[in-house]
């Protein structure tokens, strides 16, 4: 089986951009989740999608979005970019999003904010 | 709320030493406990998990065990290689939330 794919892999945007970022996740699998990490905050949940729907959400403002399609694939939109938002987005799926599944991570896209 | 805490790093280990990375957790319900490894470059891939108490969860030479009354999931491995070079992550599956939680990452470096 394919593994989980991200688009792009490397992005540079300017502060008050908007960005787009994408995830294909292991053919089967339906939930998908998003992670940003950065050195100073490590590992941290945005959001959870299930069957087209968000199911869990973090702590992050509303400039940060994300949707799922029917065929699972999800992307995440990022608004007005800040400087902050420089950091390794990480997009990971598992077959249902159950607390004892294993979760499988893209390889990433790191965005740079200038 | 559910957490984890992960000892910092980093730890550098000559080839051939024992390896303890320790981690803590604090959750309500029966969290499932995770290592995740990141080499450079790289996405998250699992190493290990547990999901009931006293499970042992081994893989590659590394082991861990649920340890319920200690909360605790200690990651150990009798002797590291210089390709073991890489971050670790301890997480937690909430049973309460369906959140992943994860640690700080602890980042490891072996000599040769």
């Known amino acids: 089986k394919a593994g989980v794919t991200q688009t792009p892999r490397y992005l540079i945007k300017t502060r008050g951009q908007q960005v787009t970022l994408s995830c294909s996740p292991i053919s089967g699998h339906r939930s998908v989740s998003w992670y940003q990490q950065t050195p100073g905050q490590g590992l941290q949940f945005l959001f959870e999608y299930f069957s087209e729907t968000q ?25 007005t970019l800040e400087l902050g938002d420089s950091a390794l987005y990480l997009c990971a799926s598992s077959t249902a999003g159950g607390w004892q ?8 896209t790191r965005l740079l904010v200038l | 709320g559910d957490s984890v805490t992960q000892m910092e790093g980093p730890v550098t280990l000559s080839e051939e030493a024992f390896l303890t990375i ?79 939680i994860f640690g700080t990452g602890t980042r490891l470096k072996v000599l040769a």
């Open chain 1, 101 to 108: 599944e294993t979760q499988y991570f893209g390889p990433g």
């Open chain 1, 55 to 79: 199911r869990n959400k973090g702590n992050f403002p509303g400039r940060f979005s994300g949707r799922q399609f029917s065929n699972s694939r999800s992307e995440m939109n990022v608004s």
């Open chain 2, 22 to 100: 320790n981690c803590t957790y604090t959750a309500t319900g029966y969290p499932s406990l995770f290592w995740y490894v990141q080499y450079p470059g790289e996405g998250l891939q699992l190493l290990l998990k547990a999901t009931k108490a006293d499970d042992k969860g081994s893989n590659k030479g590394f082991e861990a065990t649920y340890r319920k009354e200690t909360t605790s999931f200690h990651l150990e491995k009798g002797s590291v290689q210089v390709s073991d070079s890489a971050v670790y992550f301890c997480a937690l599956g909430s049973s309460g939330t369906y959140k992943y």
